[in-house]
């Protein structure tokens, strides 16, 4: 095949011809809108004061007082351990990062339209 044949112009520019035969007949174009569905309730999660931001305030204050002894900022004993407090953040950051992992993957396989022309 030669490099003009092995090019596709489309209106997003020229992509390589066997990527896109490839993807044409594999890629779920409708899994990159359930990733945008994702997003937004993974930012809505990270915004409300139950999740991720507000854990990581009330950590940032457990830390603060435990760590620099620093005073002012008030807290109760009653809630959970700053270690508890801990493993909720990080537990649930892996769980973005999985997530945002698994778009990766989604999105990669687009890459390989570039064309070498």
């Given at each position: 095949m030669s ?11 020229g992509l390589?011809r066997?990527s896109?035969?490839h993807i ?6 409708s899994a990159?809108?359930?990733a945008i ?6 930012v ?7 999740c991720?931001?507000?854990?990581l305030l009330?950590l ?13 900022l008030?807290?109760s004993?009653?809630?959970e ?7 909720e953040?990080?537990?649930?950051i892996?769980q973005?990062?999985?997530t945002?992992?698994?778009?990766v993957?989604?999105?990669?396989p687009l890459?390989?339209?570039k064309s070498t022309?």
């Amino acid at each position: 095949m030669s490099g003009l044949d092995a090019t596709v112009l489309t209106a997003y520019g020229g992509l390589d011809r066997a990527s896109l035969t490839h993807i044409q007949g594999s890629y779920d174009t409708s899994a990159l809108l359930r990733a945008i569905e994702q997003l937004d309730r993974i930012v809505g999660r990270a915004r409300s004061q139950d999740c991720l931001r507000g854990v990581l305030l009330r950590l940032h204050g457990m830390e603060h007082v435990v760590v620099n002894g620093g005073t002012g900022l008030s807290g109760s004993t009653d809630e959970e351990s700053l270690p508890e407090l801990a493993y909720e953040a990080t537990s649930e950051i892996r769980q973005t990062i999985t997530t945002l992992q698994e778009w990766v993957k989604l999105i990669e396989p687009l890459e390989t339209l570039k064309s070498t022309n």
